[in-house]
Antibody, heavy 126, light 110 residues
């Protein structure tokens, strides 16, 4: 059973770069046709998709964050990572990593997240 | 940013049926499949429904999903106290080339 675990600093200073890693266990990050995604949730608010990466290195990002986001993958370590630059207090949130199933069929694009990591709180403050 | 609209809250007594709506557009729900996630307090979201109406293994059949045009719905029949949670719809958005979530609905069991 695949499990995901986020790790990284819980406190980042304004204008710096937020860096998180998601470690995949119980299966290879390269197996199957999955994308690997980052999602965040500010306290008391809804979910926001940050972006995703395929093991080939192909990425898609949320247009509202695209200029500041980089997602990368390290298949040798079974990990993928998030970097968010020039952070402000508005970037304070719980950050989740998740596996995304994604394919096209007669119903259109089919895209869901399962499983999810437990989430890690990142606070942007001086 | 949320482009899928949900009512902020819904409630019911144990045993009742509760329905949550999710309104989108032709470039998201109208073109692609809808998923639903349940988020219990203090926990990560959990996949509840995928591909409009499919339940992952382990999800009770009290939960059902449907889609019509640019809207989708999640129904919880036989409401139980453990169903008290936040529920989010989601879909791929073609014009943004991005995944979008709904605004979320808090379900309260009275």
């Amino acid at each position: 059973q695949v499990q995901l675990q986020e790790s990284g600093p819980g406190l980042v200073k304004p204008s710096q770069t937020l860096s998180l890693t998601c470690t995949v266990s119980g299966g290879s990050i390269s197996s199957g046709t999955y994308y690997w995604s980052w999602i965040r949730q500010p306290a008391g608010k809804g979910l926001e998709w940050i972006g995703r990466i395929y093991t080939s290195g192909s990425t898609n990002y949320n247009p509202s964050l695209k200029s500041r986001v980089t997602i990368s993958v390290d298949t040798s370590k079974n990990q993928f990572s998030l970097k968010l630059s020039s952070v402000t207090a508005a970037d304070t949130a719980v950050y989740y990593c998740a596996r995304a199933t994604y394919y096209y069929d007669s119903s259109g694009w089919v895209h869901w997240f399962d499983p999810w990591g437990q989430g890690t709180l990142v606070t942007v403050s001086s | 940013q949320s482009v899928l609209t949900q009512p902020p809250s819904a409630s019911g007594t144990p045993g009742q049926r509760v329905t949550i709506s999710c309104s989108g557009s032709s470039s998201d729900i109208g073109s692609n499949t809808v998923n639903w996630y349940q988020q219990l307090p203090g926990t990560a979201p959990k996949l509840l429904i995928y591909s409009n109406n499919q339940r992952p293994s382990g999800v009770p059949d009290r939960f059902s999903g449907s889609k019509s045009g640019t809207s989708a719905s999640l129904a919880i029949s036989g409401l139980q106290s453990e169903d008290e949670a936040d529920y989010y719809c989601a879909a791929w958005e073609d014009s943004l080339n991005a995944h979008v979530f709904g605004t979320g609905t808090k379900v309260t069991v009275l």
